[in-house]
Structures are given as structure tokens and as C-alpha cells.
């Protein structure tokens, strides 16, 4: 049926009888490629692609791209919505887990979207007539295959499933999930994208053909060509001309030439069974030339899916190629960090006592709920001079639940609005009816006034906060203020700080205000069940008896430290990328008390310095060796909260920056954050164009296809670099000039920026990146910078500066400027104060700097930016299943209505029920 290839000594043996049958060594014995006659039309011999099989693939191309881009516009209740993941029934592969690498699994396994295409048109042609079709499922319902299909593609139709009775099965997810888990499964068809939700298989299964028919004319026509070339060159090959060469080198040559074209009409196939005239028919008309080259197209379509499949199977089945699911982590890095993380040995930081004071002997204190609206409303409306905050100026400024908010503050407690059920509302009604035995002393609580007579038992552990006490001191701590610091401390030195040990904070600023208040709301007694700790006055450990009793106490200390909302709040640091972010942000704005208070600036500066590790270096996070990311920026950092250059620490870091060769070899984010300050060109950064959003989200490079993280960093980046907003007073700032200066190993003026977009020290090259991403930088900097583009350039770019800020506004609002990190959270607040003509007081501006801090946490060693504005639902929803595990519900009512309030109150609810 398939011709076969000539052997070697059979073309040697032509190869050489063509050489001696011609004196002047040329050959004439070539024939030309002869293309079956259906094919003809097909392929054209002077090697155009503007055929009919080529058109046929644009056109679906074309429809199918249509199609994607406006089914990604419509409302995904119309397509269908997300629901149980799995693969349940079909089993074209079904064994594939997911994207694992998603270029190879699209080739090899994406075949099996012409099965999902073919039942989700069978199962909208069901529905059209309204026939029952399918199984029933292992619950005894009609189940049509379509449903089965869009569950395994994760994809199910809207509507909710039932139970035998008839009503909503409250488990129903979790079964189906079960269900569809059972044996070999993964988590969705390779390429599938949840804009185009249900009809995705319709949609990809074209695009897919589209792309097997384009690939297959231009190797087509590459072949045509290929076989031109190479029969002219050996029919003019002449001997004389490469007489340089030695013969067998000579036969050689020509030998493999003989090999490729009979290679090419063997691929093409001279007499292959299904081009046959009575089945491929050669009709020079322009029905024929469709009909031969749709033929043509499902035949190479399907023997191309089949060999791929058969191909990926034998690549997974010995271990080639397996591939994994998408939050499949992979294997090890192969540039491993071999440094470690090193402090000196022993060296306590303390935090000093006028840091933690303020004028008239005012702590810190940590808001919750509606004290820290209350807060923050009072703070913004000091500074406008005016003496109350009216309606209006609350919803612009300060929106969303204040239940879970958190903040640190030295304001006093602000009245509380008579009008609004606080959290101290709900406290003061849970404990009246769970606690019936109190009732009456809680009665007097409920009058602000009488707190008044009542002990502050935080401000008796002033001297707690002192960690410079002299020891010969006669003044000595109060019992209560030695129960406070046991309890806070964990036996700990109180607010020290050693990274050497553990470079993570203990909260014992935090726990000491929450205990302190405990004791206060309950006459200054403990728990019953850690009560034993007032009354053993020998201070000697009692160990528990039981499991039981251990763990009544672990949670009669944690009920001290519950928030009056119900959560519970903590440190939620650790990355040293976050907080200078924000202190650019800061600088660049104007340095504005309201965002960042002198008091603030000085627990950041000194959090700063007690993670300095011995080689004065930072490290990306409090637990990484030093790194040139880390280091940079924290450098800045420090300098712009006012840390003079010739001090000790400071020298030692810029030291270390110009050891591993200036700024230069830091990483891109840290090179953004220089850019918009003012100390690096922008020609330094790599391309961030904004005109990317512009893109059909159907597109395998838009912005909307990344984590979302990514995307939403990427988003305001993306709007400030195409802006090339940098700070406004960079050239006249004393203390930028001196940065230009510190940072960078050679003068700043003699900088090639252009050559420094790809330098990274070794150290940060965790994820080398690869040649094809340098290679796409390089000619988005051409785009950039040479002005051929320009035209179109600013033509886009102008709409995608525009897209970008009403996508950043959009988002603003639905997170009530709180933005979905912190990263995006200083650069949403640069973009709108770029957006405001630098306006300080724009109202956007202003509600941006109301939820600063929202990020802020204060502990032990110094304030520090949160990777988010705390972990609440987290902690509270881990914390509470764990009282549950104990079976200690009922044993403390009052956390858990606490907290089971606190969770109600923070969540959509979206279901009848639950509302």
C-alpha cells in the first residue's frame, strides 16, 4: 500500500551510474515530484500556501477564535459554571493528570476533546428535544453524558443536583466528588480555558484541527520546495565544483540527497489506499477541490490523533514523558541554596521604650473591628482639622465589614456609635447569656462609664515594655504584671528578640494587651482550668493529668487571646519584599504622616536592623540567606526612613550590594521599585507593556491567563512603566543622588541600562530563565525603544494605560482598597495617585492610605509589613475544628459563638439557607 523506501545500496548504486553516464559529472536521471492527482490542488508545485486545504484551516481558525472571543464576553451562567472536578466514564487517556506541561499534553493528549465535543453537542440536542438520555448514575438519577462530561471537564450545567426525595442533597458535592475520584483521574482537559465554560470542547476542537491542517500545509509546501531544490541541485550537480571534497565524501552527499527525496514522496505517499480517484476525487471544480481537501483534512486529522495517542501512551507507560497535575510542585531545583541563614550568635534586640510610647505615656494598642474603623475615621478626621466624620465622608473613605480588621494604633478608644451593634455589643450579650452566673458584675460593663473604676491592668505593665530596666531597680512589677509577662512571654525574657534562635516573632505585644484585657473583663482571674497559675504561688509547673485536661488548657489560654469579634489575630510576616514596597510608595507620594506616622517609621527602621544577618546582607524572606533581592531593597528601604549613610549597619550593607556588583544584579521587582524611585533608568527594567490587557483573553499570552497574583502585580507594573511614572523630585532629592551613588559599583551617569535588564547575581538565579523568555524581552526592548514602533505604540498604548486603571479601580472597590496583597497594594496606590496628578488628597488617594494599616503588624521585632491583612479565617476556622476534634465545644460556649459569629458575619453568604 505505502511505498517502500529505496535501501542504501540501491541509491548508491544510481547515485554512481549517474555520476559516470554524464563526462562533465552532472546527473540527468531525476525525476520530478509527481503528486497523486486529488493532491494536486492541494499542495501547489510552485509552493503557495493559498489552497484550498490551507484556506480550510483558516477559516476554522477563524471561526473557532470568533467563537472563544465571544463566548469569553457572555455571562459564565450562561455557558455553565464550575463545579465537581474529576474524569468520570470517558477514557480517551482519562489517565493523564492534568497540565502538567501543557504544550507536550496539548499534542499528545488533547485528542480527547473531540469525544467531549461530541457528547456536549449530543447532550444540547437532548435537551433541545427534550429526550432523557444516559444512565442513571450510582444515585439512581438520569444522568445524560453530557453532565458527565463537563463534571470530568470541569464543568457541570446550573443547576443544583437533587436527592431521591427531591430536595437539594446538603452533601451532594462532597459524593460527586467521591465519586468522580475513584481510580485514575485528573483535574481538567489540557488547553481548557473556564471563560468559555461549558461549550469549551466546541470551541477547542476546531482550533485544534486548524492547527494540525496550517502545520501540515506549511510542512507541505516546505516539502515541495525541499524536493525542488534538492532535484535541481543533483541535476546541475557538477563534480569540478567540489573537487575539494574527497569522493566517498562526494557519494556521500549525493547519496543522502537521493535519501531525502525519496524520503519526501514516501511522506507524500505516490499510491496511498484512501487517494484513490473513486475515493478522493479529482474534480478540478471548486466543489471538488473542498470536497477533496475536507477528505483529505479528517483523514490526516484522525491518523495524526491516533498516532499522537498511541504515542503518549508508550511515552507514559515507560515513564518518558508522565504527565502531572497543575499544583504539582515538581522536582528539586537544580540550583539548589547552599547558604544558610546566619545572625550573630546570642545577640538579643530589645525594643527601646520610646518606641513603644508615645506623647502622654500612650502605648500601642492593637484596634479590632469597629475600634479600628473608629480609629482610622478619627486619625483622617484629625487631619482634615474637622471635629466629627459625617456620613459621607465614612463611605468614601472607609468601606467593608470592620468585623476581622485589625490594626495597631496609638489613639485612644474613639466613642462608640450608639446607632451600630459593635463587637463589644455582642461580647457584652454572649457573656450575659452564657454565663448567667456573672450577669450582674457584667451589667456594670455595659455603662461605659464604670470602666472607668476598674483597674487597667495593661497600663501596669509599663514597665514590661522596658526591656532596659536596671535590675538594682527598687521599683518592681506588680503580681498582675508578673502573671501578664509569664503568660505572654512563654517563660521568655520579656520583648526580646534573638533571629539566631528564631527569627520569627513570639507576639508577646499582642498577647500581653489581649491577656491583660481578659483579666480586666473578669476581675483579674485566669481560666478555670489554668487557674492553678495564680494560686501556686512557688510558680511550679503542674503537668495535666489526661489528654483532656491538656487540652482545656491549651484552649483556656487561647480563649484569652480571642479577639472580642471571635477571631484570632497574629503575625502574618515574613517576606522582607513587602515593606519596602511600601515605604517607596510612601516616599514617592510625598511622605505623608497619615500613610506612614514618624513612630511607624522608627519600628520599621528597627526591624529592619535586627534581621540583618552577620554578612550585613537581607535575605527574600526572614528565614533565606542573604540574597541581592532582599538586600537592595531593605537597603533603600532604610535610607528612605532615615538611616544615615556612614552608619555601622548601613555601611555594612552597602558594602555587601557592592561585593556582588551593585544594584545591577538584583531581580527584576527590585529593579521596578528602583525605577520608580528614581535610582535606576527605566531602560534598566525589562518590558511591562500595558497594551498586553488589550489582547483577546482567548490569547495564550494575556495577563488574565497568570496566578492570580501575578496578574494583578502585573497590572498596575504594567500601567506604571507604561506610564514612566518616576518620583517627581528625583533629580533635585539630595538623598536620591546619594542612592544613585551608594548603590551601583561604577558612576551612575556611565551606565549602559539597556545591557543591565538581564544581570542577576548568582545568588538570586534560583529559576535561570530561559533563552526564548531573554529573546522575547529583547524584542519587546526593541519595541520600546526604536522608534519604527512608535506609531503603533502610541496608538495602543494609550488604550492600554486606560484599560489598566479601570481595572485597578474595579478592584479597589470590591476589596474596599484593600487589593489582593500587599505587593499590588503599594502600586494600586502609586497608580492612582499618578492617575490624581499627584493629588495627595484625591479621595481614591486617601481611601488607599486608610487601609495601609490593614498590612502592619507590631511584635517584638519592630513593625513589619503582613503578607496579607491577617490570616483570620485561616487561623479561626483551624483553631475552632480543633476545639471540635477535643470535643470542647460546649465546655467554652462563649469562644465558640464567638467565633461561630465571627464567621457568619465575614462570609457571603449565597445560599437561602444560610441567609
Same mark, same amino acid.
Given at each position: 500500500?505505502?511505498?517502500?523506501?529505496?535501501?542504501?545500496?540501491?541509491?548508491?548504486?544510481?547515485?554512481?551510474?549517474?555520476?559516470?553516464?554524464?563526462?562533465?559529472?552532472?546527473?540527468?536521471?531525476?525525476?520530478?515530484?509527481?503528486?497523486?492527482?486529488?493532491?494536486?490542488?492541494?499542495?501547489?508545485?510552485?509552493?503557495?500556501?493559498?489552497?484550498?486545504?490551507?484556506?480550510? *484551516? !483558516?477559516?476554522?481558525?477563524?471561526? =473557532? /477564535?470568533? @467563537?472563544?472571543?465571544?463566548?469569553?464576553?457572555? $455571562? &459564565?451562567?450562561?455557558?455553565?459554571?464550575?463545579?465537581?472536578?474529576?474524569?468520570?466514564?470517558?477514557?480517551?487517556?482519562?489517565?493523564?493528570?492534568?497540565?502538567?506541561?501543557?504544550?507536550?499534553?496539548?499534542?499528545?493528549?488533547?485528542?480527547?476533546?473531540?469525544?467531549?465535543?461530541?457528547?456536549?453537542?449530543?447532550?444540547?440536542?437532548?435537551?433541545?428535544?427534550?429526550?432523557?438520555?444516559?444512565?442513571?448514575?450510582?444515585?439512581?438519577?438520569?444522568?445524560?453524558?453530557?453532565?458527565?462530561?463537563?463534571?470530568?471537564?470541569?464543568?457541570?450545567?446550573?443547576?443544583?443536583?437533587?436527592?431521591?426525595?427531591?430536595?437539594?442533597?446538603?452533601?451532594?458535592?462532597?459524593?460527586?466528588?467521591?465519586?468522580?475520584?475513584?481510580?485514575?483521574?485528573?483535574? *481538567? !482537559?489540557?488547553?481548557?480555558?473556564? =471563560? /468559555?465554560? @461549558?461549550?469549551?470542547?466546541?470551541?477547542?476542537? $476546531? &482550533?485544534?484541527?486548524?492547527?494540525?491542517?496550517?502545520?501540515?500545509?506549511?510542512?507541505?509546501?516546505?516539502?515541495?520546495?525541499?524536493?525542488?531544490?534538492?532535484?535541481?541541485?543533483?541535476?546541475?550537480?557538477?563534480?569540478?565544483?567540489?573537487?575539494?571534497?574527497?569522493?566517498?565524501?562526494?557519494?556521500?552527499?549525493?547519496?543522502?540527497?537521493?535519501?531525502?527525496?525519496?524520503?519526501?514522496?514516501?511522506?507524500?505517499?505516490?499510491?496511498?489506499?484512501?487517494?484513490?480517484?473513486?475515493?478522493?476525487?479529482?474534480?478540478?471544480?471548486?466543489?471538488?477541490?473542498?470536497?477533496?481537501?475536507?477528505?483529505?483534512?479528517?483523514?490526516?486529522?484522525?491518523?495524526?490523533?491516533?498516532?499522537?495517542?498511541?504515542?503518549?501512551?508508550?511515552?507514559?507507560?515507560? *515513564? !518518558?514523558?508522565?504527565?502531572?497535575?497543575?499544583?504539582?510542585?515538581?522536582?528539586?531545583?537544580?540550583?539548589?541554596?547552599?547558604?544558610?541563614?546566619?545572625?550573630?550568635?546570642?545577640?538579643?534586640?530589645?525594643?527601646?521604650?520610646?518606641?513603644?510610647?508615645?506623647?502622654?505615656?500612650?502605648?500601642?494598642?492593637?484596634?479590632?473591628?469597629?475600634?479600628?474603623?473608629?480609629?482610622?475615621?478619627?486619625?483622617?478626621?484629625?487631619?482634615?482639622?474637622?471635629?466629627?466624620?459625617?456620613?459621607?465622608?465614612?463611605?468614601?473613605?472607609?468601606?467593608?465589614?470592620?468585623?476581622?480588621?485589625?490594626?495597631?494604633?496609638?489613639?485612644?478608644?474613639?466613642?462608640?456609635?450608639?446607632?451600630?451593634?459593635?463587637?463589644?455589643?455582642?461580647?457584652?450579650?454572649?457573656?450575659?447569656?452564657?454565663?448567667?452566673?456573672?450577669?450582674?458584675?457584667?451589667?456594670?460593663?455595659?455603662?461605659?462609664?464604670?470602666?472607668?473604676?476598674?483597674?487597667?491592668?495593661?497600663?501596669?505593665?509599663?514597665?514590661?515594655?522596658?526591656?532596659?530596666?536596671?535590675?538594682?531597680?527598687?521599683?518592681?512589677?506588680?503580681?498582675?504584671?508578673?502573671?501578664?509577662?509569664?503568660?505572654?512571654?512563654?517563660?521568655?525574657?520579656?520583648?526580646?528578640?534573638?533571629?539566631?534562635?528564631?527569627?520569627?516573632?513570639?507576639?508577646?505585644?499582642?498577647?500581653?494587651?489581649?491577656?491583660?484585657?481578659?483579666?480586666?473583663?473578669?476581675?483579674?482571674?485566669?481560666?478555670?482550668?489554668?487557674?492553678?497559675?495564680?494560686?501556686?504561688?512557688?510558680?511550679?509547673?503542674?503537668?495535666?493529668?489526661?489528654?483532656?485536661?491538656?487540652?482545656?488548657?491549651?484552649?483556656?489560654?487561647?480563649?484569652?487571646?480571642?479577639?472580642?469579634?471571635?477571631?484570632?489575630?497574629?503575625?502574618?510576616?515574613?517576606?522582607?519584599?513587602?515593606?519596602?514596597?511600601?515605604?517607596?510608595?510612601?516616599?514617592?507620594?510625598?511622605?505623608?504622616?497619615?500613610?506612614?506616622?514618624?513612630?511607624?517609621?522608627?519600628?520599621?527602621?528597627?526591624?529592619?536592623?535586627?534581621?540583618?544577618?552577620?554578612?550585613?546582607?537581607?535575605?527574600?524572606?526572614?528565614?533565606?540567606?542573604?540574597?541581592?533581592?532582599?538586600?537592595?531593597?531593605?537597603?533603600?528601604?532604610?535610607?528612605?526612613?532615615?538611616?544615615?549613610?556612614?552608619?555601622?549597619?548601613?555601611?555594612?550593607?552597602?558594602?555587601?550590594?557592592?561585593?556582588?556588583?551593585?544594584?545591577?544584579?538584583?531581580?527584576?521587582?527590585?529593579?521596578?521599585?528602583?525605577?520608580?524611585?528614581?535610582?535606576?533608568?527605566?531602560?534598566?527594567?525589562?518590558?511591562?507593556?500595558?497594551?498586553?490587557?488589550?489582547?483577546?483573553?482567548?490569547?495564550?499570552?494575556?495577563?488574565?491567563?497568570?496566578?492570580?497574583?501575578?496578574?494583578?502585580?502585573?497590572?498596575?507594573?504594567?500601567?506604571?512603566?507604561?506610564?514612566?511614572?518616576?518620583?517627581?523630585?528625583?533629580?533635585?532629592?539630595?538623598?536620591?543622588?546619594?542612592?544613585?551613588?551608594?548603590?551601583?559599583?561604577?558612576?551612575?551617569?556611565?551606565?549602559?541600562?539597556?545591557?543591565?535588564?538581564?544581570?542577576?547575581?548568582?545568588?538570586?538565579?534560583?529559576?535561570?530563565?530561559?533563552?526564548?523568555?531573554?529573546?522575547?524581552?529583547?524584542?519587546?526592548?526593541?519595541?520600546?525603544?526604536?522608534?519604527?514602533?512608535?506609531?503603533?505604540?502610541?496608538?495602543?498604548?494609550?488604550?492600554?494605560?486606560?484599560?489598566?486603571?479601570?481595572?485597578?479601580?474595579?478592584?479597589?472597590?470590591?476589596?474596599?482598597?484593600?487589593?489582593?496583597?500587599?505587593?499590588?497594594?503599594?502600586?494600586?496606590?502609586?497608580?492612582?495617585?499618578?492617575?490624581?496628578?499627584?493629588?495627595?488628597?484625591?479621595?481614591?488617594?486617601?481611601?488607599?492610605?486608610?487601609?495601609?494599616?490593614?498590612?502592619?503588624?507590631?511584635?517584638?521585632?519592630?513593625?513589619?509589613?503582613?503578607?496579607?491583612?491577617?490570616?483570620?479565617?485561616?487561623?479561626?476556622?483551624?483553631?475552632?475544628?480543633?476545639?471540635?476534634?477535643?470535643?470542647?465545644?460546649?465546655?467554652?460556649?462563649?469562644?465558640?459563638?464567638?467565633?461561630?459569629?465571627?464567621?457568619?458575619?465575614?462570609?457571603?453568604?449565597?445560599?437561602?439557607?444560610?441567609?
Amino acid at each position: 500500500m505505502w511505498p517502500k523506501p529505496p535501501i542504501k545500496e540501491t541509491i548508491m548504486e544510481t547515485s554512481s551510474q549517474c555520476l559516470r553516464s554524464s563526462p562533465t559529472g552532472t546527473c540527468t536521471l531525476l525525476p520530478t515530484l509527481s503528486l497523486p492527482a486529488p493532491l494536486s490542488p492541494l499542495f501547489s508545485s510552485d509552493c503557495t500556501l493559498l489552497t484550498p486545504l490551507f484556506l480550510l *484551516g !483558516i477559516f476554522l481558525l477563524l471561526i =473557532s /477564535l470568533c @467563537a472563544s472571543h465571544y463566548l469569553s464576553r457572555s $455571562p &459564565i451562567t450562561e455557558l455553565g459554571q464550575l463545579g465537581p472536578r474529576g474524569r468520570r466514564n470517558y477514557s480517551w487517556n482519562e489517565s493523564t493528570h492534568g497540565a502538567g506541561g501543557r504544550f507536550v499534553d496539548w499534542w499528545l493528549f488533547g485528542g480527547c476533546v473531540w469525544i467531549r465535543s461530541s457528547l456536549f453537542l449530543w447532550d444540547r440536542m437532548c435537551h433541545f428535544l427534550g429526550l432523557s438520555h444516559g444512565g442513571a448514575d450510582e444515585d439512581g438519577e438520569e444522568s445524560c453524558g453530557g453532565e458527565n462530561l463537563f463534571a470530568c471537564f470541569g464543568v457541570v450545567h446550573n443547576h443544583d443536583y437533587k436527592n431521591k426525595d427531591g430536595k437539594a442533597a446538603e452533601n451532594a458535592d462532597t459524593t460527586r466528588n467521591e465519586q468522580t475520584h475513584q481510580g485514575k483521574h485528573g483535574i *481538567g !482537559i489540557i488547553g481548557y480555558d473556564s =471563560s /468559555l465554560g @461549558a461549550h469549551g470542547p466546541v470551541v477547542l476542537a $476546531p &482550533i485544534r484541527a486548524s492547527v494540525f491542517i496550517l502545520a501540515w500545509c506549511s510542512i507541505g509546501a516546505f516539502f515541495v520546495r525541499a524536493h525542488a531544490e534538492l532535484t535541481h541541485f543533483l541535476i546541475h550537480y557538477n563534480a569540478e565544483t567540489f573537487n575539494f571534497l574527497p569522493t566517498s565524501l562526494r557519494e556521500n552527499l549525493i547519496t543522502m540527497a537521493f535519501y531525502v527525496l525519496q524520503g519526501i514522496e514516501y511522506i507524500f505517499g505516490r499510491y496511498p489506499y484512501f487517494l484513490q480517484d473513486e475515493v478522493l476525487p479529482s474534480d478540478s471544480s471548486m466543489i471538488g477541490m473542498i470536497t477533496c481537501a475536507i477528505i483529505y483534512a479528517t483523514a490526516l486529522i484522525t491518523t495524526l490523533e491516533l498516532a499522537l495517542y498511541v504515542v503518549g501512551k508508550l511515552f507514559s507507560m515507560i *515513564g !518518558i514523558y508522565v504527565p502531572k497535575g497543575v499544583s504539582h510542585p515538581g522536582g528539586p531545583r537544580p540550583h539548589k541554596i547552599v547558604r544558610v541563614p546566619k545572625w550573630t550568635e546570642g545577640k538579643k534586640h530589645f525594643l527601646p521604650e520610646e518606641l513603644l510610647m508615645g506623647q502622654n505615656n500612650i502605648k500601642w494598642r492593637c484596634a479590632v473591628a469597629h475600634d479600628a474603623h473608629r480609629d482610622t475615621l478619627a486619625k483622617f478626621n484629625k487631619a482634615a482639622g474637622k471635629v466629627e466624620v459625617s456620613d459621607t465622608t465614612k463611605e468614601i473613605l472607609l468601606t467593608g465589614e470592620p468585623f476581622g480588621r485589625q490594626l495597631w494604633t496609638m489613639l485612644e478608644p474613639q466613642p462608640c456609635d450608639q446607632n451600630v451593634e459593635s463587637e463589644d455589643d455582642l461580647n457584652m450579650t454572649l457573656r450575659k447569656a452564657l454565663i448567667p452566673s456573672k450577669s450582674n458584675s457584667e451589667g456594670t460593663q455595659q455603662q461605659p462609664e464604670a470602666k472607668e473604676d476598674m483597674p487597667n491592668l495593661f497600663k501596669q505593665i509599663s514597665d514590661l515594655f522596658n526591656p532596659n530596666v536596671n535590675p538594682q531597680s527598687k521599683s518592681k512589677p506588680s503580681k498582675q504584671s508578673e502573671l501578664v509577662q509569664l503568660l505572654a512571654s512563654g517563660g521568655r525574657r520579656p520583648w526580646a528578640f534573638d533571629p539566631s534562635k528564631n527569627p520569627n516573632s513570639c507576639d508577646q505585644i499582642f498577647r500581653a494587651q489581649m491577656i491583660s484585657s481578659y483579666l480586666e473583663e473578669n476581675e483579674g482571674k485566669l481560666p478555670d482550668d489554668i487557674a492553678h497559675i495564680q494560686r501556686d504561688e512557688s510558680k511550679k509547673q503542674i503537668p495535666a493529668k489526661t489528654v483532656k485536661e491538656a487540652a482545656k488548657r491549651g484552649v483556656a489560654f487561647y480563649s484569652m487571646l480571642q479577639s472580642p469579634d471571635g477571631h484570632w489575630a497574629g503575625d502574618y510576616g515574613g517576606p522582607h519584599f513587602l515593606m519596602p514596597g511600601l515605604i517607596v510608595a510612601w516616599y514617592v507620594m510625598g511622605r505623608p504622616a497619615l500613610m506612614i506616622s514618624p513612630p511607624q517609621q522608627a519600628l520599621m527602621l528597627h526591624y529592619l536592623k535586627v534581621h540583618q544577618q552577620e554578612d550585613g546582607g537581607w535575605g527574600t524572606h526572614i528565614e533565606s540567606p542573604s540574597t541581592m533581592f532582599g538586600t537592595v531593597i531593605c537597603y533603600l528601604a532604610v535610607r528612605l526612613l532615615g538611616a544615615k549613610r556612614d552608619e555601622k549597619w548601613v555601611t555594612h550593607a552597602r558594602d555587601f550590594i557592592l561585593k556582588e556588583g551593585g544594584a545591577v544584579m538584583t531581580s527584576s521587582w527590585a529593579k521596578f521599585w528602583l525605577c520608580l524611585i528614581g535610582c535606576m533608568d527605566w531602560k534598566g527594567h525589562n518590558s511591562v507593556p500595558p497594551e498586553m490587557w488589550l489582547l483577546p483573553n482567548w490569547f495564550p499570552f494575556h495577563p488574565g491567563r497568570l496566578w492570580c497574583h501575578c496578574r494583578m502585580v502585573y497590572l498596575p507594573m504594567g500601567y506604571i512603566y507604561g506610564s514612566r511614572f518616576t518620583y517627581s523630585d528625583a533629580e533635585n532629592d539630595p538623598l536620591i543622588k546619594e542612592l544613585r551613588q551608594e548603590l551601583y559599583a561604577e558612576p551612575y551617569e556611565s551606565i549602559d541600562w539597556d545591557r543591565t535588564r538581564h544581570l542577576v547575581a548568582p545568588m538570586d538565579n534560583y529559576s535561570p530563565i530561559p533563552t526564548f523568555m531573554k529573546f522575547a524581552q529583547n524584542c519587546l526592548s526593541f519595541y520600546e525603544n526604536y522608534r519604527v514602533f512608535r506609531p503603533f505604540r502610541d496608538a495602543v498604548r494609550g488604550a492600554g494605560l486606560k484599560f489598566c486603571l479601570e481595572y485597578m479601580r474595579a478592584e479597589d472597590l470590591q476589596t474596599n482598597y484593600i487589593d489582593i496583597g500587599p505587593v499590588n497594594k503599594a502600586l494600586n496606590m502609586v497608580a492612582a495617585f499618578h492617575a490624581a496628578n499627584n493629588d495627595i488628597n484625591d479621595p481614591a488617594v486617601q481611601s488607599h492610605m486608610t487601609r495601609v494599616p490593614d498590612y502592619l503588624w507590631l511584635a517584638e521585632d519592630g513593625m513589619k509589613m503582613q503578607g496579607y491583612n491577617g490570616s483570620q479565617c485561616w487561623d479561626t476556622s483551624f483553631a475552632i475544628q480543633a476545639v471540635f476534634e477535643c470535643g470542647l465545644l460546649d465546655h467554652f460556649p462563649l469562644l465558640s459563638t464567638k467565633v461561630w459569629a465571627y464567621l457568619e458575619r465575614t462570609q457571603i453568604l449565597s445560599t437561602e439557607t444560610s441567609q
